[in-house]
T-cell receptor, first 114, second 114 residues
Framework: QQQVKQSPQSLIVQKGGISIINCAYENTAFDYFPWYQQFPGKGPALLIAIRPDVSEKKEGRFTISFNKSAKQFSLHIMDSQPGDSATYFCAASMSGGSNYKLTFGKGTLLTVNP | KAGVTQTPRYLIKTRGQQVTLSCSPISGHRSVSWYQQTPGQGLQFLFEYFSETQRNKGNFPGRFSGRQFSNSRSEMNVSTLELGDSALYLC?????????????FGQGTRLTVV
């Protein structure tokens, strides 16, 4: 049972464009939604995270939009750069237990062409 | 500040053998989680340890086990290796300061079973 569905699987964007990656979750007990960025040969690194009490969070060129009623959240990368080329994972977890049981989407391979 | 260190980085084993992977968390971090990453299944939670106790376990067979030592270092063991166990095994460490504390990942151990 895939609890976090991520799309698209791959994305090609031109430099300066907007990259959008979407995730949907099923478990309404999830209350923490991080995005991770992974470069080849490296472990995932936290990019930005959101809780469901806000609808949007922005950090630099990265923005998370959250729709609690639709059980969806998305990552927007503005002014995409070739250095942003990586695999992006959305994830979810719930409080009350251990946060460190992250449930991940299957990832989006982003390629930003120069 | 040193990051999460996983050893070895690469490992080749034969079906039926067993393997032990090691993870040294960031200094001061007491929680250590393990994840399996494969192209087909993505990132899947194996288990999480805190203060030498397993707090959470994912849906993996009993061949997968782990432990944590008093210095927070952790090991995971896979017995009776199968070809399907070939994967990148990632360790993540966290402070125990609330449910949305960031998980820092190591670079992983690439296990190949032949």
């Amino acid at each position: 049972q895939q609890q976090v569905k991520q799309s698209p699987q791959s994305l090609i964007v031109q430099k300066g464009g907007i990259s959008i990656i979407n995730c949907a979750y099923e478990n309404t007990a999830f209350d923490y939604f991080p995005w991770y960025q992974q470069f080849p040969g490296k472990g995932p690194a936290l990019l930005i995270a959101i809780r469901p009490d806000v609808s949007e969070k922005k950090e630099g060129r990265f923005t998370i939009s959250f729709n609690k009623s639709a059980k969806q959240f998305s990552l927007h990368i503005m002014d995409s750069q070739p250095g942003d080329s990586a695999t992006y994972f959305c994830a979810a977890s719930m409080s009350g237990g251990s946060n460190y049981k992250l449930t991940f989407g299957k990832g989006t391979l982003l390629t930003v062409n120069p | 500040k040193a990051g999460v260190t996983q050893t070895p980085r690469y490992l080749i084993k034969t079906r039926g053998q067993q393997v032990t992977l090691s993870c040294s968390p960031i200094s001061g971090h007491r929680s250590v989680s393990w994840y399996q990453q494969t192209p087909g299944q993505g990132l899947q939670f194996l288990f999480e340890y805190f203060s030498e106790t397993q707090r959470n376990k994912g849906n993996f067979p009993g061949r997968f086990s782990g432990r944590q030592f008093s210095n927070s270092r952790s090991e995971m063991n896979v017995s009776t290796l199968e070809l399907g166990d070939s994967a990148l095994y990632l360790c993540a460490s966290s402070l125990e300061q609330g449910w949305d504390t960031e998980a820092f990942f190591g670079q992983g151990t690439r296990l190949t079973v032949v």
